[in-house]
């Protein structure tokens, strides 16, 4: 898939004829923002980016380009409709892993957003939010002023969210805070207004194991029972994204934001340490101009792709650049490295009698779909307004909560060398900070009130568990000095066996509630991965055939921690080293955190934009 390399240089040198913006706009075309001087470019129109972008341009004498990789989506069912969702039209195509020795050698493809609203777009909707310690841990690793009460108020700002039927919350056992909400911002958020039953049977299961419901799982104690909240907008029954609430709400009054679709930003380009602009590539003739920001450039090109852009820039560590022939403006050695993923794995079952209809009935009886359909298009209600396949009841459980083995598990994690689990060679900065960052994890693992994992039944074939605290790293290393090349993606999942503890105690705790008397009743057989195996032995070895490393959640490869650390930004987003170069988005995190990123992600936009505003005075 790698298209030949072909370097066209077009000079960015001194006497640029900056051309005049127009101020017409909207989508433009490539020739529009060449030679074209803006206050602000922000590479990527993904979540963030176009969060930032909707802010920035606020201020109408504000100008912004956004240059994204992808098309728009043409308004689908597959994006829009959740019971529709099939994302696979807009993912990145050019990504597979090296093979991966703690999964039995496998390779995996590199699920990620290539779209106009990038991972927002084809998500699965999901907006939880971490347990408030977390984000002491990020503070802790440098992140100061990213509290979780520091971003309770984005949170709110970020969304509209709408309360559920009061009868329907309590019959379905939806606990939370309005005051934890927003009621005015642009991503709506909801839950889902209809459920399966089989939901309650296995509610009552984990009660019955002690586990308790959270009182308000997005309030900052994030472990406990559930019911999944959404990025639903429950009016038009229709997924709520970065292009709906920050371009399409917006555009038409905007005349200064400037939006190209189908564009590499192949890399910053800087006078000295200074960043002047962003050199963008069209990917079907590979020529390349120029454009230029007077005040930032932004890179928000996700977990992925913003070390990527950042290493071609010349940002990164100084012997990786060096090998390439790229001329090193700062050498930052964190650029790709403290890469993490949220793992995952799918537990199969048979019913003898499972309750109809279920989360497998949407695709297993055209009779139900039909019946579903029509509710939809009449009411905008019913199951299409799930993701499909997903049920509503989860449970977000502490290492201790999932588990009476839970000391000999921290002692088994505190007895790794930091340096074994890394790749060899590893920056002494970059270990430094790793240790900082595991000694942050210790204290999560031992904690009450942080989330190490999750489990959610979909009340038909499938359980999934999800590995939220990996103490793994993987690298997200450029090989090639050219763009249209893929980063290589080495997640080393199960790099530390721990990990793989984690994971073994989920699937414990997962078996014990599928035992349950209320679960028992409906008959149900464990199919994959394992087929009732109990030897612990041939249990592992049939979860490294099955751990998938990835649910897209990659992150945290450009850092918001100490420089000393291997940190990349600081607490300002600002790329260590040089001037006029921030990032935002999901590569500054320093941590995973307990629940999918998305949700923090808009508060953390929302945060940026106006730290960004004010220190340009915009
Ligand atoms: C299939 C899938 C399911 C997911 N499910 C959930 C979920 O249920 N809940 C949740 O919270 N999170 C989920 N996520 C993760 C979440 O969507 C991402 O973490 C989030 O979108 C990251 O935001 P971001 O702005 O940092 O990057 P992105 O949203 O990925 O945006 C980055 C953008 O930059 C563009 N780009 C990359 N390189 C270049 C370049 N060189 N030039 C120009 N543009 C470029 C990309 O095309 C992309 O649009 C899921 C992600 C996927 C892919
Ligand atoms: C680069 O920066 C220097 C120092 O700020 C300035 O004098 C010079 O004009 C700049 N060069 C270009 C090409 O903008
Ligand atoms: C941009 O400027 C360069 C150098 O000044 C010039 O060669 C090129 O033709 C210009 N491109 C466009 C699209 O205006
Ligand atoms: C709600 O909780 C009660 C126990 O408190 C349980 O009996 C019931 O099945 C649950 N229902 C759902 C839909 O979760
Ligand atoms: C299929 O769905 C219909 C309509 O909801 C229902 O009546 C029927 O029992 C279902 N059949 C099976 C086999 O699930
Ligand atoms: C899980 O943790 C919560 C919060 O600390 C606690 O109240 C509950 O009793 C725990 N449940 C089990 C089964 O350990």
Redesign the pocket.
Known sequence: MLLPILTIL????A???A?AFARNAVVIE??EA??TTYDYIIAGGGLAGLTLADRLTENLAVTVLVVEAGPFDQGEDAILVPGKYNPSAYFWFNSISPPQPGLLSQAFFVIMGKVVGGGSAINAMFMHRPAAEEMSSWETLGAKGWGFNDLLPYYKKSETFTPPDPTFAEQHNISYAASNHGSNGPIYTSYAAYDYPGGGNWWTAAMNLGQKKAVDINGGAAVGLFYFFRALNPFTGTRSYSKTGHYDRVIATRPNYHLLPSTLVSKVTFNGTRATGVEIMDPTTLVK??AYAKKEVIVSAGGVHTPQILQLSGIGPKALLESLNIPVVVDLPGVGANFQDQPSLAIGYNFDNNLIPNGGSLADNATYLAEQQAIYDSTKKGALTMIATTGNQGLALSLQNATTNYQSIIAHAKAQNPADIYASGTHPDVLRGYAAQRAQQYAQLASKGSPVGSVFWNTGPETSIYMLKPLSRGTCNINSNDITASPVVDFRTLSDDTDLEFILALFNKNREIMQQPSIQILGPTETTPANGETDVEMLKLALRGAIQPSTAHQCCTTPMMKRKYGGVVDRKMLVYGTKGLSVVGVSMFPLTIGSAPSATLYAAAEKAADIIMKRNHT
Do not use: D, F, P, Y
Not at 10 to 13: E, G, I, K, R, T
């Open positions: 077009l000079s960015a040198a006497q640029i004829e051309r490539r020739g060449s030679n101009t120029n």
